[in-house]
Structure formats: structure tokens, C-alpha cells
């Protein structure tokens, strides 16, 4: 049957069902990464200092920490102290630097200087995840988990 000869009602109940299975299909997304060392959004800043160590620098607002030249992670915190956001970064030529395939569950296409991005938003778990790969010769992993609407 031609498309312009199947009923405007059929044509509507189509596109709700293909629109909610859409919907149905983002709703089951779960996110690969969700915590980084054991730390989660909405994890209180003491109890994230506890899993990740002394931080190097430290203030109501976020706290910074270096665990080598080859991995750091940033930790910010909400008026009430709780974890908003957590940004790691790694050298990207160093092993312990995750892929987005295990950051995001999915491949990410790089430019041609090796550079890549893709933030997906998980709105069940009110989170979003960046992966960042930066290009040149000393490329860098940023990975980030910010809580939706901060």
C-alpha cells in the first residue's frame, strides 16, 4: 500500500508506537560507568575522601586529587556536600586509560588527530557521562559524571 493512501489515524498510531518504543529503548539504557574508585554521584564528601584518599587540594566546592602524573580526578560537591560531578583524567598512551567502550558501552568514530567526544545522558539515574579524548602526541582521557541539572 502507498503511503499516501494508508489512513491519517494509521499514520498517527505508527509513529506513537515507533515514538514510545524510541522511548522504551533510552529508558532501558544503563550506563557501563558509574562510579569511579567506589565513588558515586550524591556520595557525601566525607565518604568520598574515604574511598579515594587525601585529596591534594581541597575546599567546600570540590576537591582535587593525584594519583600519578597519569591519572587525576576531580570530585564537586552541591551545597549540601554531595558529590555533583566527578571528572577523571588519564594520559591517553598509558594502559590504565579506559576506552569509550568501557566508559560509554559503545565506540566513539575519532577525527583524524585521534580526538574524540560523546556525552550521553542517562535521565533514570539523573546523570550524564562524557568521554573526551583530546588528539595530538600526548593525548589525554577526560571522563565525566555530572548530575543532571547542576
Same mark, same amino acid.
Given at each position: 500500500?502507498?503511503?499516501?493512501?494508508?489512513?491519517?489515524?494509521?499514520?498517527?498510531?505508527?509513529?506513537?508506537?515507533?515514538?514510545?518504543?524510541?522511548?522504551?529503548?533510552?529508558?532501558?539504557?544503563?550506563?557501563?560507568?558509574?562510579? #569511579?574508585?567506589?565513588?558515586?554521584?550524591?556520595?557525601?564528601?566525607?565518604?568520598?575522601?574515604?574511598?579515594?584518599?587525601?585529596?591534594?587540594?581541597?575546599?567546600?566546592?570540590?576537591? #582535587?586529587?593525584?594519583? &600519578?602524573?597519569?591519572?587525576?580526578?576531580?570530585?564537586?560537591?552541591?551545597?549540601?556536600?554531595?558529590? @555533583?560531578?566527578?571528572?577523571?583524567?588519564? &594520559?591517553?598512551?598509558?594502559?590504565?586509560?579506559?576506552?569509550?567502550?568501557?566508559?560509554?558501552?559503545?565506540?566513539?568514530?575519532? @577525527?583524524?588527530?585521534?580526538?574524540?567526544?560523546?556525552?550521553?545522558?542517562?535521565?533514570?539515574?539523573?546523570?550524564?557521562?562524557?568521554?573526551?579524548?583530546?588528539?595530538?602526541?600526548?593525548?589525554?582521557?577526560?571522563?565525566?559524571?555530572?548530575?543532571?541539572?547542576?
Amino acid at each position: 500500500m502507498a503511503l499516501h493512501k494508508i489512513p491519517a489515524r494509521s499514520i498517527i498510531l505508527i509513529g506513537a508506537f515507533i515514538g514510545l518504543s524510541a522511548v522504551g529503548a533510552l529508558a532501558q539504557n544503563k550506563p557501563v560507568f558509574t562510579a #569511579y574508585k567506589e565513588v558515586v554521584i550524591g556520595m557525601s564528601a566525607s565518604e568520598a575522601r574515604t574511598k579515594l584518599g587525601k585529596p591534594k587540594e581541597t575546599s567546600d566546592a570540590e576537591d #582535587y586529587f593525584e594519583f &600519578s602524573d597519569k591519572e587525576s580526578a576531580r570530585v564537586l560537591y552541591d551545597n549540601d556536600k554531595k558529590a @555533583r560531578a566527578i571528572s577523571i583524567t588519564y &594520559s591517553a598512551n598509558e594502559s590504565t586509560a579506559p576506552t569509550a567502550q568501557a566508559v560509554l558501552g559503545m565506540a566513539v568514530e575519532a @577525527r583524524p588527530d585521534g580526538g574524540m567526544f560523546k556525552m550521553v545522558e542517562y535521565p533514570k539515574q539523573k546523570f550524564w557521562i562524557s568521554y573526551v579524548r583530546t588528539g595530538g602526541d600526548e593525548p589525554l582521557v577526560i571522563v565525566t559524571i555530572q548530575k543532571i541539572g547542576e
